[in-house]
């Protein structure tokens, strides 16, 4: 609890400090920034932190997290002398209703949130102990860039920025690293809920800022539909579990059309009476499926924010969220900032906003590019974009040429997308990756059912607010022009699907080339290219749902917005701004959806594991915010009928919406009732279930820094629990991780080769020299690596030999069964 206050109260001080920043940076904003400035404030006190620790001016300590506040502090007191404080104090005053809504949803959240967690807090399973090295190792780390807990000698090669900021927290408060996790997670759920909040109330009042004296309410749809409103497998679930649409058959087993049309893995079973066992809310995010050329299936993630935060993954895209929400406002308030004297950027384009919004959009939407390197170009779409409506709606332009608004969106694009690599280059500089660019989807198509049960309780409120849109603005001929960009847009897609495939073809009797098709088709156990495309022509033609959908949403957004003559901006003005930014975020949401019906990552994996999981998230967010504020328009709008049709349709989606999040919560944290208590220490199962080790870890954690020797083994697994738990590098953690982030096995398999030798060769003179190679100050000996190293494991075949260990080095500590020798 004193770690809660603590986190509470500092996360609250800060946003108070920063407020000025935002006061003065959010100037169209109604809500002047407020909303935000808890996470403007971590973010850019994060960013002095870090890049002055990297440059050597800082260290990673209290001293340079206070030295990085103070600079914070100045800059706030700079802009509170360009403002002054009674304009600041005069605004909060009218302004105390969405203040105090702000205050007591965040307080909500963090408290609620923090208190889910106590009740299943274990960091175990899935990412977790990746999330929890990172966290102890920066920690740990005396220096930045914080070294890589899972491969000593290097420094962290994936998004870390989100554990930085997690990180400084816990070492201001002196919050360990197991409780520092489930705050953190808590904090991120409650800075993304006024994130949201404040975008939705921004958009609400944006043009209109009198005669709404219920926006500060009506904008709580917004988390409400970002982090609470879930996908429908839930409902589908509970309806599966009570045998709905299955019939015994002629054979006597049960049977469903219903169940086998639909084809969602976890529910094509009849029901076995234990539907709902601890695990059965992981279903939800694994509904979509690609099915290779043979009819192999793969499983694909399809994750959502509630399905995160249940879960409790601290992963960066969970972590980026408040962040991504600050991209939208700051795009939200370029919009409707009145234009300023540009400047010229790098002698390429003159940019018309001045340098200081500049360099603070760069800053937060580059700090995408660290926190999940993913959200980046959608936040430079997002701002980009706004900047580009800007144009579109200069009521003082007679003409509208589409040549400049596609000059604004390329020339803010290409300046803010350079410019935050630049400000964050020592992270791009120390970063690998196992990405290496897109290619062509020929085979893997989405279920159009799929689809509707991922997306559909966004699906109902956004095409609702659409066809009200068109209601009022709508004519044949933009009906006409929606469907002609739309099928435009889809022959676009496909055009360049078929060109990058015929490319591999012509270019195949190069050799690098053939390799590359061969690789290629035998990831998706296809014999040819033409059998490949015909496979995929037909499987397009047969499961047309998803793209039939995501046309039918690209065309009303961009019948809506496309409405050029001959240069003339035809009732352009029919449209309001804010009408326009929440179409430009429904149609980014689009292009991600559609996108991965084309294109995919190339990868590990193979196939879309990775690209779904991170299109259809960003894609959320973006929808999330329009259907929320979509919602509200219906409400304020819609009259007798329409309204009649409106509100059932609206309460039922949501209905079979909320039964994931009710009865998911139940089964997560045992009924909020666990048997072990509640705590919001995530390290306290560690100490249950392995007490030894446990107490061992936090030896080393106290322990002076060095390198330490211990089982390694496979993701996902026990292995590397010192270095998880101490903070303190491992020659070698998670393997199959480390060759992500590395983008090749080159470091891993020596280090796994050297540490089955280390434990298993009889001769103290390899042992040595290995201990020599790493720099290894700790050899642990437990009972994992009494399990690990037997006589049948591979490269063992005498098993563990201590011996060795005991005759030549000094026993440092024991702890029971687990023993930690030292070499100094």
């Not at 037997?790 to 500590?813: I, R, Y």
């Amino acid at each position: 609890m004193p770690h809660l206050i603590l986190w509470y109260l500092t996360i609250s001080i800060l946003g108070l400090v920063t407020f000025p920043l935002t006061y003065r940076l959010a100037s169209a904003l109604p809500d002047r920034g407020y909303t935000f400035a808890r996470a403007g404030g971590l973010l850019l006190w994060g960013y002095l932190f870090w890049i002055l620790g990297v440059l050597g001016i800082t260290r990673n300590d209290l001293g340079g997290l206070t030295f990085t506040f103070g600079l914070l502090l100045a800059l706030s007191i700079w802009a509170v002398s360009k403002t002054g404080w009674d304009e600041i104090l005069s605004w909060l005053r009218r302004h105390l209703r969405v203040v105090i809504t702000t205050e007591i949803l965040f307080l909500a959240a963090f408290l609620g949130w923090a208190f889910v967690r106590s009740n299943n807090p274990e960091i175990m399973g899935t990412e977790k102990p990746m999330e929890l090295a990172f966290i102890n190792s920066i920690l740990r780390s005396e220096t930045l860039p914080p070294h890589d807990p899972w491969l000593s000698g290097y420094s962290i090669s994936y998004y870390y920025f989100g554990y930085v900021m997690v990180a400084m927290l816990a070492k201001l408060t002196a919050t360990t690293g197991g409780v520092a996790f489930n705050l953190g997670l808590s904090l991120t759920f409650a800075l993304s809920a006024i994130g949201v909040y404040g975008l939705v109330y921004n958009l609400l009042l944006s043009e209109q800022r009198e005669n709404q004296p219920f926006a500060h309410l009506a904008a709580l749809l917004g988390p409400f539909f970002t982090l609470i409103v879930s996908n429908w497998e839930g409902f589908l679930h509970y309806l599966h579990a009570q045998g709905v649409f299955w019939h015994e058959g002629e054979t006597g087993q049960m049977v469903s059309g219903f169940w086998s049309w639909l084809k969602i893995p976890r529910l094509i079973q009849p029901p076995s009476g234990n539907e709902f066992g601890h695990w059965w809310w992981w279903g939800a995010s694994r509904v979509v499926q690609d099915i290779d050329f043979n009819g192999y299936e793969k499983e694909v993630i399809s994750e959502f924010p509630f399905f995160s935060y249940l879960l409790g993954d601290l992963h960066p895209h969970v972590l980026a969220m408040p962040f991504v929400f600050i991209c939208f406002a700051l795009a939200l308030n370029l919009l409707h900032k009145p234009k300023a004297q540009g400047f010229q950027w790098l002698k390429l384009f003159y940019l018309r906003l001045s340098p200081l919004s500049f360099v603070a959009i760069a800053l937060v939407v580059g700090g995408m590019s660290f926190l999940n390197t993913w959200d980046y170009p959608i936040g430079v779409a997002v701002v980009a974009g706004a900047y580009a409506l800007r144009g579109f709606f200069d009521t003082n332009k007679e003409r509208i040429s589409i040549k400049a608004v596609l000059g604004d969106f390329f020339s803010l694009g290409i300046a803010l997308g350079i410019t935050g690599i630049l400000l964050y280059l020592p992270f791009f500089l120390g970063l690998s990756s196992q990405a290496g660019g897109f290619i062509p989807n020929v085979i893997y198509v989405t279920r159009g059912t799929h689809l509707w049960v991922v997306f559909g309780p966004l699906f109902v409120p956004l095409f609702l607010y659409l066809f009200y849109l068109w209601s009022k603005h709508g004519s044949r001929r933009r009906l006409a022009r929606g469907a002609s960009l739309g099928l435009g847009l889809l022959g676009g897609l496909l055009g360049m699907l078929l060109l990058l495939v015929l490319l591999m073809a012509i270019l195949s009797p190069l050799s690098g080339i053939e390799a590359l098709k061969q690789i290629f088709l035998g990831s998706l156990g296809a014999p040819n290219l033409r059998e490949l495309v015909l496979e995929g022509f037909l499987r397009r033609v047969t499961q047309p749902g998803a793209w039939l959908t995501l046309t039918l949403l690209a065309s009303l957004v961009m019948g809506l917005l496309w409405k050029f003559k001959s240069g003339q901006a035809e009732d352009t003005r029919s449209l309001s701004p804010t009408q326009g930014f929440v179409l430009l975020l429904i149609f980014w949401g689009t292009l991600l959806v559609l996108g991965p019906e084309f294109i995919f990552l190339k990868d590990l994996f193979g196939y879309r594991i990775n690209t779904i999981f991170k299109f259809y998230y960003q894609a959320w967010l973006l929808w999330s915010v329009a259907a929320a504020y979509g919602s509200v328009i219906l409400f304020r709008k819609l009259r007798l009928a329409g309204f009649a049709i409106f509100l059932p349709v609206f309460l039922i989606t949501l209905g079979m919406a909320l039964v994931y999040p009710v009865k998911g919560l139940w089964s997560k944290t045992s009924a909020f009732a666990p048997p072990q208590g509640r705590t919001l220490d995530g390290a306290a199962f560690f100490e249950r279930s392995s007490p030894d080790d446990a107490a061992a870890a936090e030896w080393l954690n106290q322990a002076p820094f060095g390198v330490i020797a211990e089982a390694g083994g496979g993701s996902y697994t026990s292995s590397a629990r010192m270095a998880i738990y101490s903070g303190l590098p491992t020659v070698l953690g998670w393997d199959f991780h480390e060759v992500q982030w590395r983008g090749n096995s080159e470091q891993v398999t020596p280090r796994q080769n050297d540490i089955t030798t280390l434990y298993c060769t009889p001769h103290w003179e390899t042992a040595y020299s290995i201990l020599q190679k790493y720099d290894i100050r700790y050899v642990v000996v437990g009972a994992l690596e009494r399990t690990t190293y037997h006589v049948e494991a591979a490269g063992c075949p005498n098993g563990l030999q201590e011996t060795k260990f005991f005759q030549n080095l000094p026993q440092a500590a024991q702890f029971g069964e687990t023993i930690i020798y030292g070499n100094e």
